[in-house]
């Protein structure tokens, strides 16, 4: 079994290729924290968590299109948040965007993230196929 790189334009790559966005191996396919940085470096959604929310988990569905999977494949998410206040912003971008069963998921409320404009970060585990 290999490991293959996973890209697309909808999803821009990390700068310096310092790590992946997205891996598969397998049926398995792992994907790293996701922001919600825009091409401008701009936070997509604003100041706002649920904005900011919705891209990521938008940004999270075009890497699992991009490996031939959907977010009903998503088994596990890990949520950084800058402000555990929030976290019903984030929930109700959650609901909007996965269907049940939801996947497990765990939240942590971080100090900060790449820049300090970034109110959430999202990485998830999928399992191509598993929603058939």
């Known amino acids: 079994m290999s490991i293959r790189k996973i890209t697309t334009p909808a999803v821009p790559e990390p700068p310096d290729g310092i790590y992946s966005n997205c ?3 397998g049926d398995q396919i792992f994907l790293a924290g996701i922001t919600a940085r825009g091409a ?3 936070p997509i959604g604003g100041a706002d968590m649920y904005g900011q929310s919705k891209a990521v988990l938008e940004k999270i569905g075009r890497l699992l299109a991009a490996a031939g999977a959907s977010v009903a494949d998503v088994v596990k998410i890990t949520v950084y948040v800058t402000d555990i206040a929030q976290r019903p912003a984030f929930g109700r ?3 909007e965007f996965f269907g ?3 996947p497990c998921s765990t939240m942590v409320e971080v100090k900060g993230l790449v820049t300090p404009d970034l109110l959430v970060e999202v990485d ?3 399992i191509r196929g598993a929603s058939r």
Do not use: N, S
């Open 40 to 42: 401008d470096g701009k």
């Open 93 to 95: 971008a959650r609901g």
């Open 124 to 126: 998830a585990v999928a």
């Open 100 to 102: 049940e069963p939801k």
């Open 23 to 25: 891996l598969v191996v």
